[in-house]
């Protein structure tokens, strides 16, 4: 491991160890926090009991289903976007201040919109992911070397297998900042959602457990849901490392 | 000129038949509406190209040459005039049977050296086995046999150039245009390179059209050069240099070689004093 990597280690653990020792010594009441080792126990019990299981296959499912709906339609709608420029240049500020909307705001509309359950999760879930793929396939489309683009129309390509077969993998390092947005927005909008429209899932039990005082299973599983995201995130990383790396960007 | 080496192109006098592809009286006008404003790159151009024929252009930077090429390849559409391929009009899209190699490196990264090689023949729905022939051939013949399964970025710039004429050459195209495709190497490879452009158009038959900035490249390769004015550009004359076909860049040791390139210096010399004065005027007019 490189050297910055050990100082991010020291001060993730360093961070971790603080907050063991504040909620040990009782400087942080058990009904605030509780310590993180005993986060990593409640959650080990919790996951053996099996009784959180529906709830986790839930809500990665959901996550799954609007991250790929999400990836595939924003790469879709970026593409088709790109093709017209004057459209694109009238819905550019929308795109740009998207994600200064107060969303959850509206959750009643959502509501009236989607219904409640597993439908509605999805569709704020993809609703929360897709805008940063188009983004992100808008700004890797722009930036496609004009020789590529130019190489294509020689070999007779039309626009749709232009898109895939050239301009999707020459957009490829601007396309993983989208994926990687994509995933953190579809977590977060499928918890959120959960929270407030759903009867199953993590965000539901979370929010199960905090409104009965259940402070162990409630800290359990959001040490879950950061230990999860932190696997996909490195995963993805790791990826994304490795075929930057042989295509030499 | 009485020089038989620097005899002129007769091509008003050539028989049809061999005519592969042909422009009459193309312009290409950048940018602005209709008649006023815009950049006038190309000026009526005539060119006829024999089949089978290594023809180069040359010019002063920025005269038009890519736009000459774009526009015969079908890249971009004339503003005015007509462009033939054995004998039909192409309408601004590039004609089945034409290859071209970019000036600037237009290897996928994404691809091995094998796969970016057999890109086109797999597009194209050949069989498994002929692209496989087809592949070996092109490795062996530019020198990338060791290479086939290693990514563009492990690659120098000229066996990048390399892959997109292995590319381009597997097609089998007629016609292969070049836009100065050794621009970015080193003068010692692009030597090599010229050479080996050489030998494919030997072993392929293709009629060859070769943009360069580079008297050299273009005395010690061609068959014919048609030499471009500066901006807005077109060929004014056009010299032919007798070669043997079989020929490499050792040809540079030939008398008629300084001659040639002499001759070509001294009709590009005016054309690129006047490029570099249109440059100034249009600095002035900036500043
Ligand atoms: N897409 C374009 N839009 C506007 N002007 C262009 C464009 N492409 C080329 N030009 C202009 O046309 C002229 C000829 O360009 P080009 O054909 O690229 O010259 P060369 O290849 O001989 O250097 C130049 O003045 C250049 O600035
Ligand atoms: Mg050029």
Redesign the interface.
């Known amino acids: 491991m490189s050297r910055v990597g050990w100082i991010r280690l020291l001060v993730v653990g360093g961070f971790i160890l603080a907050i063991e020792l504040l909620c040990r010594t009782g400087m942080i009441s058990p009904r605030v926090l509780i310590a993180p080792s005993d986060m990593a126990i409640r959650l080990y019990r919790l996951l053996l009991s099996g009784q959180a299981n529906a709830d986790i296959i839930e809500t990665l499912g959901n996550v799954a289903i609007s991250l790929v709906l999400s990836v595939s339609g924003g790469f879709a709608i970026g593409a088709a976007i790109h093709a017209l420029p004057r459209l694109r240049r009238a819905i550019d500020p929308f795109l740009a201040s998207y994600y200064a909307l107060p969303f959850f705001a509206f959750y009643p509309l959502f509501i009236v919109m989607f219904g409640l359950g597993r439908g509605a999760v999805v569709a704020i879930g993809f609703l929360f992911g897709v805008v940063a793929m188009i983004i992100a396939t808008l700004n890797g489309f722009d930036r496609i ?4 683009v ?2 294509a ?5 039309g626009p749709v ?1 232009a898109a895939l ?2 301009k999707l ?2 957009a ?1 390092p601007y396309l993983f900042t989208g994926v990687k947005l994509a995933i953190a927005y579809c977590f977060i909008g499928v918890i959120a959602a959960e929270f407030i429209m759903a009867s199953s899932g993590l965000g539901y039990a979370i929010a199960y457990a905090f409104n009965n005082f259940d402070n162990g299973k409630m800290y359990a599983l959001m040490f879950f849901i950061i230990v999860l995201v932190t696997i996909v995130n490195a995963l993805f990383y790791t990826y994304e490392r490795r075929l930057m790396r ?4 | 000129m009485n020089s038989a080496a620097l005899q002129p192109a007769q091509s008003a006098h050539e028989p049809s038949k061999d005519v592969h592809a042909e422009m009459r009286g193309v312009t290409r006008v950048y940018g602005g509406d209709g008649k006023t404003g815009g950049v006038q790159a190309l000026a009526a151009t005539d060119l006829r190209l024999r089949r089978g024929e290594f023809y180069s252009v040359i010019g002063p930077s920025g005269c038009g040459k890519s736009t000459l090429l774009d526009v015969l ?1 079908g ?1 971009s559409r004339p503003t005015t005039g007509e462009v033939l391929f054995e004998g039909k009009s192409i309408d601004g ?2 004609p ?1 049977g ?3 190699v ?1 000036q ?3 290897s ?4 091995t050296v094998a796969d970016n090689i057999a ?2 023949l797999r ?1 194209a729905g050949i069989d498994a086995a002929e692209i496989q022939r087809r592949l070996d051939y092109a490795l062996k013949l530019m020198g990338l046999a060791d290479f086939a399964k290693s ?4 690659l120098s710039g000229g066996m990048r150039q390399r892959v997109c004429i292995a590319r381009t050459l597997v097609m089998q195209p007629r016609i292969i245009l070049l836009d100065e495709p050794f621009g970015a190497l080193d003068a010692q490879t692009r030597l090599i390179m010229g050479d080996e452009l050489l030998k494919v158009w030997r072993e392929t038959g293709a009629t060859v059209v070769l943009i360069t900035h580079a008297l050299d490249e273009a005395a010690m390769l061609s068959d014919r050069i048609g030499i471009m004015s500066a901006r807005p550009g077109k060929i004014i004359e056009e010299i032919k240099t007798q070669w043997p076909r079989d020929r490499d860049s050792r040809i540079a040791a030939n008398p008629a070689f300084g001659e040639i390139t002499a001759r070509l210096w001294s009709v590009l010399r005016d054309e690129s004093l006047k490029a570099i004065h249109q440059g100034n005027k249009s600095s002035a007019g900036l500043a």
Do not use: C, K, N
């Not at chain 1, 070397?145 to 590529?148: E, G």
């Not at chain 2, 996928?108 to 691809?111: E, K, R």
């Open positions: 070397p004009r020789v590529l130019r190489t129309e020689v070999y007779h390509m297998a077969r050239i993998p020459s490829v042989r295509w030499g960007r | 390849a890249l899209r590039v089945e034409t290859g071209v970019f600037e490196d237009a996928f990264p994404w691809l890109f086109g597009r990514y563009p970025s492990q």
